[in-house]
């Protein structure tokens, strides 16, 4: 069974970065596409970013675009996601899922089900 875990989360200014990363123990996610997505309190869970690693295709919420960027690092086996000009409302806490079968061209964030696999999250604050 695929399980993913999270790192990377913390406590950080406004403006400052953060990069999340998530890895599968005991397995290689080179050619699951991977998205994060994230939940704030009090807010539905929303897709952050997705990256087909078999196409190399990416895609990302407007309200990210041009400031976080998702790739893989292969050799240590995880996608991260390089959060830039973190601001208040990026709080949430963040979340890798992997889908269940492999896709062609650009992934979605919809539907959630398509997600077969999530991780425990984990928690990235932005306040000064």
């Known amino acids: 069974q695929l399980r993913l875990v999270e790192s990377g989360g913390g406590l950080v200014q406004p403006g400052e970065s953060l990069t999340l990363s998530c890895t599968a123990p005991?397995?290689?996610?080179?050619?699951?596409?991977i998205a994060w997505f994230r939940q704030a309190p009090g807010k539905e869970r929303e897709g952050v970013s997705c990256?087909?690693?078999?196409?190399?295709?990416?895609n990302y919420a407007a309200s990210v675009r041009g400031r976080f960027v998702i790739s893989r690092d292969v050799a240590k086996k995880t996608v991260m996601l390089q959060m830039n000009g973190l601001k208040p409302e990026d709080t949430a806490v963040y979340y890798c899922?992997?889908?269940?079968?492999?896709?062609?061209?650009?992934?979605?964030?919809?539907?959630?089900?398509?997600?077969?696999?999530w991780g425990q999250g984990t928690q990235v604050t932005v306040s000064s």
């Open positions: 899922a992997a889908l269940g079968a492999p896709i062609e061209g650009i992934c979605t964030f919809v539907p959630e089900g398509q997600y077969a696999y």
């Open positions: 005991g397995f290689s996610l080179d050619y699951f596409t």
């Open positions: 990256f087909n690693q078999r196409d190399f295709a990416t």
